[in-house]
């Protein structure tokens, strides 16, 4: 695992699944790790174990802009930078079809999966412009690169939205040394699997992509020189179909 001593690492969605594991593995790799989610007891239990000073927990929900702000600037001022961002916080609801989403949960989606990506990241680029270093982060998905009917089409739209965000970041601000991934999942064994009209055996879930997968693509694309960019990496299944 590559030294990542020091480094101020943010992630979003980090009480769990791929969040919890990415940021628990950063930590052990030596950063000083924000862990952001929405439910306090959540991030509480995922930092239980781990040193004080480097595991630190910021309840957030990360469509909340004006919160954003000011919890971001908190990290600024604390430790004078933002190395890495990684933009984890996503989710999806049951009805996912175009005729049977609800506008509510559309923006909801929305709200969350690309407008709180939007909102980390216009956060930490003045700590990064200043820098003149940084690595964003976006998990997005392969329905962010093909429309799936499974995911619906708020999950499918957001998810292409923030490919589209990370090309934006590395067109517009590679000169100040900031460069953006979007890491793009097929079928990922986490919580929000639940969360689909029939959720998949225990059987299928062991034969997809799990969180340790996630995390290890997320760290070595950290572990990169700050002048080397994967601006998308797939990664998916052995039995997903994708060509």
């Known amino acids: 695992m590559a030294d990542f001593q020091n480094k101020v690492v943010i992630v979003t969605g980090a009480g769990s699944g791929m969040g919890l594991q990415i940021a628990r593995d950063f930590v052990e790799a030596g ?6 989610g929405r ?3 959540a ?3 995922a930092v239980a174990d781990l040193p004080e000073d480097r595991a630190i927990v910021r309840p957030l929900d990360v469509s909340d802009r004006a919160t954003v702000g000011e919890i971001v600037n908190e990290i600024i001022v604390k430790f004078d930078r933002v190395d890495i961002l990684v933009n984890n916080a996503g989710l999806n609801t049951q009805a996912r079809g175009i005729g049977d ?3 509510e949960d559309w923006d909801y989606v929305i ?3 690309l407008t709180g990506a939007f909102n980390m990241t216009r956060s930490v680029l003045p700590a990064m412009r200043s820098q003149q270093d940084g690595l964003i982060i976006n998990i997005s ?4 690169v093909r429309a799936s009917q499974m995911a619906g089409a708020a999950y499918s739209a957001s998810k292409h939205a923030m490919v589209s965000l990370s090309n934006s970041i590395n067109l517009e601000e590679w000169e100040n040394g900031i460069r953006a991934t979007a890491i793009c999942p097929g079928e990922v064994n986490t919580p929000i699997l639940d969360k689909r009209a029939q959720p998949p055996s225990d059987e299928r ?3 997809m992509v799990q969180v340790e997968d996630i995390s290890a693509t997320v760290m070595y694309v950290a572990s990169l020189s ?4 994967v601006p998308m990496l797939v990664i998916k299944p052995t039995y997903q179909t994708y060509s």
């Open 101 to 103: 989403i609800k506008p």
């Open 226 to 229: 700050k002048f080397a960019n």
């Open 205 to 207: 879930k062991a034969q």
């Open 111 to 113: 709200n969350i999966n």
């Open 39 to 41: 439910r306090l007891d």
């Open 31 to 36: 950063a000083i790790v924000i862990f952001m």
């Open 141 to 144: 998905s392969t329905a962010g």
């Open 43 to 45: 991030l509480k239990d």
